[in-house]
């Protein structure tokens, strides 16, 4: 290798390890995760969003969407002794109480079997239909509901 | 003639006047002092300060919204597990003697042991406010003044058809301010626990 080559290949091995050695937050100042703080820092107040009232059941989005909780759920009980969702809105219960059965894709197992009451896999329900608060979009976007649902 | 053969009256008479205002102000201090040591009994203080209350039950109903909500109105335990009127009262002392029982053989004194008696305890207390229709919830909600017009569009369905059918709070508001029993729900596996019968009574119109 001739001189002048191997110097710059050192020269350029060098700068590469000096940016290395620099903190990623020189170049990553612009870059803000969601949640908005480092990890071990507090949590940010999640901002008096207030749950929206009673109303008539939300239309959907997109057809796979989940539909959404159309009512307030404070202090609802869902432990391993009781299940609040489903004190209404079971199949031996809907009738009564006015509420929307569960779906028939909830009474399967995890290989597609079909069981004759709901799965226990589906058993938090709140991990899939939420409540609505009215929050504002975090950001601005230009979504359109499914062109089948409008 | 000996002193024997006087009737009661003329013993009094005897003793004087003086005697029977003294009796007649022992029995106000008396019954003063009976009544407030029953209030003092009579307070969440007191109650709570069993361990077996504070760190179950207590613990629990400090999530619920009869202990903080945004008026700042409270219900304490009394005002929900003792009645208010004095014969009913009497008789649910007598037999919270039982509790004290309970408390002095460990009953209940881990959570553990709570957690495996709070079917049983539950379903006395559904009992209890069932028979009494209710009526330490009625002592504030009183059905009478529901403005339906501004309760929510599933409270106001459900309370007109449920009053009318001559239901009782207690048949629907169950947990409300503690947690549930295992309840029998059509889950999974069979777990058992509360009946559908007992968590949702039918209404005595439609038998």
Same mark, same amino acid.
């Given at each position: 290798?001739?001189?002048?080559?191997?110097?710059?290949?050192?020269?350029?091995? =060098?700068?590469?390890?000096?940016?290395?050695?620099?903190?990623?937050?020189?170049?990553?100042?612009?870059?803000?995760?969601?949640?908005?703080s480092?990890?071990?820092?507090?949590?940010?107040? $999640?901002?008096?969003?207030?749950?929206? $009232?009673?109303?008539?059941?939300?239309?959907? *989005?997109y057809?796979?969407?989940?539909?959404?909780?159309?009512?307030?759920?404070?202090? @609802?009980?869902?432990?391993?002794?009781?299940?609040?969702?489903?004190?209404?809105?079971?199949?031996?219960?809907?009738?009564?109480?006015?509420?929307?059965?569960v779906?028939?894709?909830?009474?399967?197992?995890?290989?597609?079997?079909?069981?004759?009451?709901?799965s226990?896999?589906?058993?938090?329900?709140?991990?899939?239909?939420?409540?609505?608060?009215d929050?504002?979009?975090?950001?601005?976007?230009?979504?359109?509901?499914?062109?089948?649902?409008? | 003639?000996?002193?024997?053969?006087?009737?009661?009256?003329?013993?009094?008479?005897?003793?004087?006047?003086?005697?029977?205002?003294?009796?007649?102000?022992?029995?106000?201090?008396?019954?003063?002092?009976?009544?407030?040591?029953? +209030?003092?009994?009579n307070?969440?203080?007191?109650?709570?300060?069993?361990? +077996?209350?504070? +760190?179950?039950?207590?613990?629990?109903?400090?999530?619920?919204?009869? @202990?903080?909500n945004?008026?700042?109105?409270?219900?304490?335990?009394?005002?929900?597990?003792?009645?208010?009127?004095?014969?009913?009262?009497?008789?649910?002392?007598i037999?919270?003697?039982? +509790?004290?029982?309970?408390?002095?053989?460990?009953?209940?004194?881990t $959570?553990e042991?709570?957690?495996?008696?709070?079917?049983?305890? =539950?379903?006395?207390e559904?009992?209890?406010?069932?028979?009494?229709?209710?009526q330490e919830?009625?002592?504030?909600?009183?059905?009478?003044?529901? *403005? @339906?017009s501004?309760?929510?569009?599933?409270?106001?369905?459900?309370?007109?058809?449920?009053?009318?059918?001559?239901?009782?709070?207690?048949?629907?508001h169950?947990?409300?301010?503690?947690?549930?029993?295992p309840?029998?729900?059509?889950?999974?596996?069979?777990?058992?626990?509360?009946?559908?019968?007992?968590?949702?009574?039918? $209404?005595?119109?439609a038998?």
């Open positions: 290798m001739k001189k002048p080559t191997r110097k710059l290949v050192l020269a350029f091995v =060098a700068a590469l390890g000096l940016a290395a050695a620099l903190p990623p937050s020189a170049s990553a100042q612009a870059v803000k995760s969601i949640r908005g480092d990890v071990s820092a507090p949590e940010a107040a $999640p901002g008096g969003f207030k749950p929206i $009232p009673d109303q008539a059941p939300i239309q959907r *989005d057809v796979q969407q989940p539909p959404l909780i159309p009512h307030k759920v404070e202090g @609802y009980e869902v432990t391993k002794n009781f299940n609040k969702c489903m004190d209404c809105h079971a199949w031996s219960r809907y009738k009564e109480t006015g509420a929307t059965k779906s028939l894709t909830h009474f399967k197992d995890r290989d597609g079997g079909e069981l004759s009451n709901v226990p896999r589906r058993y938090f329900c709140m991990q899939c239909h939420v409540p609505q608060t929050a504002k979009p975090l950001v601005g976007n230009q979504f359109q509901r499914a062109e089948g649902l409008r | 003639m000996s002193d024997n053969n006087k009737t009661l009256m003329q013993k009094i008479r005897g003793a004087g006047w003086s005697a029977i205002a003294i009796l007649f102000a022992a029995g106000i201090v008396f019954w003063g002092g009976f009544n407030w040591a029953l +209030e003092m009994t307070r969440e203080k007191f109650c709570i300060s069993c361990h +077996e209350m504070e +760190e179950n039950v207590f613990k629990e109903y400090r999530n619920t919204i009869h @202990y903080q945004r008026t700042g109105v409270r219900a304490t335990c009394p005002d929900c597990h003792v009645p208010k009127e004095w014969v009913p009262k009497m008789i649910r002392k037999q919270a003697s039982k +509790e004290v029982y309970g408390k002095v053989m460990g009953t209940i004194n $959570p042991k709570f957690q495996a008696e709070r079917i049983r305890l =539950a379903q006395n559904w009992r209890r406010m069932k028979a009494n229709n209710s919830c009625r002592n504030c909600h009183n059905y009478e003044y529901f *403005d @339906y501004v309760q929510g569009r599933r409270s106001n369905q459900m309370h007109q058809t449920g009053l009318a059918a001559g239901q009782t709070c207690i048949d629907c169950k947990g409300i301010a503690h947690q549930l029993p309840i029998a729900q059509d889950i999974g596996a069979d777990h058992g626990g509360v009946v559908p019968e007992v968590m949702h009574p039918q $209404p005595p119109k038998q």
